[in-house]
Every structure is written in C-alpha cells, then in structure tokens.
C-alpha cells in the first residue's frame, strides 16, 4: 500500500475500510482476533465467558500486561525505530540551529504545523 489516503469504519463496526493513492481499498477486521464467518453458539458463549474474564479481572498487573501487549513483526518494528530515530535526529538538529544563530533568525515551527501539507475548504 502506497499511502491511505481515507480510512472509513463500517456501519457495523466490524471493518476498516482504507482508501490508498494505488486506488485500492482493503478491509481490515477492527479486532484482528475476532473470528470470521459463522460463529456457533457454543463458540459464542466461548468468547463471551473469556471476555467477561478480562472484564472482570482487568486490573490485575498480569492480565493487563497481556491485554496491553501487541506484537509487532520484526521488519515492522525496525522500521518505526529507524524513523524515530530519523524524526529525533531532525529535531536535535534544529534545536542546534536556534541555539547557535541570532535570536530570531530561525523560526521555531511545532510539529503539527509541520505535518500539515495543505487544507481543504
């Protein structure tokens, strides 16, 4: 997928629906686990008793620790640390621009200023 260029959820709740500039779209389950298909009642009543499990003893350090972990793949993961280590690099940079220029001379623009790359009316 090039870029998302929207992102609609259904009226159900069940799927993302995402729009990229290659003119495709692509529906996404909103809970990756959730089964698809025909659920049987026994299944049903499965995963009702194991959410009303985490319900009820979501504030356990452990269990919440589980809910809270998501893993994420190799490739993934390294490429989000590359660019965050890229976005810190560009901050420390401009940071050492104001402090050793004139006061003044170099602006200070925030961050969701600079992630807007143009408005509709």
Same mark, same amino acid.
């Given at each position: 997928?090039?870029?998302?260029?929207? @992102?609609?959820? $259904?009226l159900d709740n069940k799927y993302? !629906?995402?729009? $990229?500039? /290659?003119?495709?779209?692509?529906?996404?389950?909103?809970e990756a686990a959730e089964k698809l298909g025909v659920v049987r009642s026994r299944e049903k009543a499965a995963l009702q008793y194991n959410q009303k499990l985490r319900d009820k003893f979501s504030e356990h350090p452990q269990i919440r620790r589980i809910a809270r972990h998501r893993h994420l793949p190799k490739r993934v993961f390294n490429a989000a640390k590359e660019i965050r280590t890229i976005r810190?690099? *560009? *901050?420390?940079?401009? #940071?050492?621009?104001? #402090?050793?220029?004139?006061?003044?001379? @170099?602006?200070?623009?925030?961050?969701? @200023? *600079?992630? @807007? !790359?143009? /408005?509709?009316?």
């Open positions: 997928m090039q870029r998302v260029t929207c @992102v609609r959820w $259904s993302i !629906l995402s729009g $990229s500039d /290659e003119m495709n779209i692509r529906i996404w389950k909103s810190e690099s *560009k *901050k420390r940079k401009e #940071a050492n621009k104001r #402090a050793h220029s004139k006061p003044g001379h @170099v602006e200070y623009k925030a961050e969701r @200023v *600079k992630r @807007v !790359l143009g /408005e509709n009316e």
